[in-house]
């Protein structure tokens, strides 16, 4: 259905230096709409600088690797055998980062083969899906679970001192910790909490504060499992 550019040079494996630029080129251009597809929709809208910029380069550097290997088996053995020299060490990406780099492999591999319109087409259709599930906000839960702490001074009654404020302002929270503080003269209460989505996070805070003598107070959002 789509023939590739590299079509008449198939049968002795000799790329043209046009057909070089144009399929890097494509790369790079449908790298871009990558990178810029995972910046819209990154759930922090803070995404990694050089995560963004290896979203650009690497269907480049998989198209020159594909176009290196070309029909010939003992190159691509040789390039397997030279990949396992190198070791890669960085802290493991989500599944939406690693969804990503797929994708731009297969871009890619897509660009390195000469199927520049099934490259374009793989582009569109996934980015476009990402951006639905983006502003569709798919999957996202309504509301977010926190780790709240509370300190308290030893002479407190603390089991049932919060209850009412905490109902005021969270759709649901449990007690998960107490541990001794400072010698043991205080305590801290740690309580998993979802706060009402009218809730005001300050006059939450400020009504602990005044319950509990304006000891420290922190309310926390993806808290460390050690928190739990």
Do not use: W
């Not at 008449?8 to 709409?33: K, Q, R, W, Y």
């Not at 396992?84 to 390195?112: E, T, Y």
């Not at 998960?176 to 805070?205: N, P, R």
């Amino acid at each position: 259905m789509f023939e590739s550019i590299f079509a008449e040079a198939a049968s002795d494996t000799t790329i043209t230096p046009l057909n070089l630029l144009i399929a890097m080129g494509a790369a790079l251009l449908f790298g871009l709409v990558i990178s810029l597809v995972y910046r819209k929709t990154h759930e922090t809208k803070t995404p990694s600088l050089g995560f963004s910029i290896t979203l650009i380069i690497l269907p480049s550097v998989i198209t020159i690797i594909i176009l290196l290997i070309g029909n010939s088996v003992a190159r691509a053995f040789s390039l397997a055998g030279a990949f396992q020299i190198i070791r890669f060490r960085s802290a493991p990406g989500n599944p939406k980062d690693i969804a990503h780099v797929l994708f731009s492999m297969a871009v890619g591999l897509c660009c390195g083969m000469g199927f520049l319109l099934y490259g374009a087409i793989a582009t569109l259709v996934l980015c476009g899906v990402m951006i639905v599930l983006d502003l569709t906000k798919f999957g996202r839960a309504k509301s977010i679970t926190k780790v709240l702490k509370i300190t308290v001074p030893e002479n407190l009654d603390y089991p049932n001192a919060f209850d009412g404020i905490l109902q005021k302002y969270t759709s649901t929270y449990r007690q998960i910790k107490v541990k001794t503080a400072d010698m043991g003269s205080l305590y801290e209460l740690h309580y998993q909490v979802t706060t009402k989505s009218d809730a005001d996070e300050k006059a939450f805070i400020d009504a602990l504060r005044c319950r509990n003598g304006n000891l420290n107070i922190s309310l926390v959002l993806n808290a460390p499992t050690s928190d739990f």
